[in-house]
């Protein structure tokens, strides 16, 4: 299985690359982003790609991949509607409508977030803009496309977030993962477990097509037996 991966180099795209690389039925791993990781490994290939809503001429670098996995995401903290919905939508749609056109045999799985808003018409701005983001990526003619949807993520072996606050957050939550994994299955999961999910859609699929963090976990503690 050959598989593309967008944002690699935040805390999600670095949980999913590891269960990629680690994973002896993934042939092939492309991680594409403005940055790279800079990670050395035999199934890995990286792609510097400053703009992310423009893939003209980019047609054999994008082809010939079973499955995406897109990691990437903003804070919408002190955004305009209009602003977050063009780093999240726009950006997001790009990327899937030059990918299904060369990939229609493709698994698309969007890393969204817990209170999404499928309706688009709620109060929360962001909910509704990852909900509209959400819908219009399930109506495209992808072979299968899931959308994933956690709320608190704690970081694993390593892995680090770049904002700031939320690294203080996951040091402060570490000795209580358990705990909380356990006490609030609806809020809590794990880059491993959230990683080894998203590998484990691109290669088998689900009856679900939106996954809250309880079905994650519930995949994710699956795989793990």
């Given at each position: 299985?050959?598989?593309?991966?967008?944002?690699?180099?935040?805390?999600?795209?670095?949980?999913?690359?590891?269960?990629?690389?680690?994973?002896?039925?993934?042939?092939?791993?492309?991680?594409?982003?403005?940055?790279?990781?800079?990670?050395?490994?035999?199934?890995?290939?990286?792609?510097?790609?400053?703009?992310?809503?423009?893939?003209?001429?980019?047609?054999?670098?994008?082809?010939?991949?079973?499955?995406?996995?897109?990691?990437?995401?903003?804070?919408?903290?002190?955004?305009?509607?209009?602003?977050?919905?063009h780093l999240t939508f726009d950006l997001t749609?790009?990327?899937?409508?030059?990918?299904?056109?060369?990939?229609?045999?493709?698994?698309?799985?969007?890393?969204?977030?817990?209170?999404?808003?499928?309706?688009?018409?709620?109060?929360?701005?962001?909910?509704?803009?990852?909900?509209?983001?959400?819908?219009?990526?399930?109506?495209?003619?992808?072979?299968?496309?899931?959308?994933?949807?956690?709320?608190?993520?704690?970081?694993?072996?390593?892995?680090?977030?770049?904002?700031?606050?939320?690294?203080?957050?996951?040091?402060?939550?570490?000795?209580?993962?358990?705990?909380?994994?356990?006490?609030?299955?609806?809020?809590?999961?794990?880059?491993?477990?959230?990683?080894?999910?998203?590998?484990?859609?691109?290669?088998?699929?689900?009856?679900?097509?939106?996954?809250?963090?309880?079905?994650?976990?519930?995949?994710?503690?699956?795989?793990?037996?």
């Open positions: 299985m050959d598989i593309l991966i967008f944002g690699a180099t935040g805390m999600v795209g670095q949980g999913a690359l590891r269960e990629c690389l680690a994973d002896p039925e993934v042939h092939r791993v492309v991680a594409l982003g403005r940055t790279i990781t800079g990670r050395q490994h035999p199934k890995l290939r990286e792609l510097a790609h400053a703009d992310l809503l423009d893939y003209s001429g980019m047609d054999r670098e994008l082809s010939g991949f079973d499955a995406c996995l897109f990691c990437l995401g903003v804070s919408s903290a002190g955004m305009t509607e209009a602003a977050y919905g749609l790009a990327a899937a409508r030059a990918l299904v056109h060369l990939n229609p045999d493709m698994t698309f799985i969007y890393v969204s977030g817990a209170g999404t808003d499928s309706t688009e018409s709620g109060r929360t701005m962001w909910a509704r803009v990852k909900g509209k983001t959400e819908n219009a990526l399930l109506a495209l003619p992808f072979k299968s496309a899931f959308m994933l949807r956690p709320a608190l993520i704690q970081p694993l072996h390593g892995i680090t977030s770049k904002t700031r606050s939320y690294r203080v957050l996951y040091a402060a939550t570490a000795p209580l993962l358990p705990l909380l994994l356990a006490l609030f299955p609806n809020y809590v999961t794990t880059t491993e477990r959230l990683g080894r999910v998203m590998v484990y859609l691109a290669k088998r699929g689900d009856e679900k097509a939106v996954l809250e963090a309880r079905d994650i976990n519930r995949l994710g503690a699956a795989l793990a037996h």
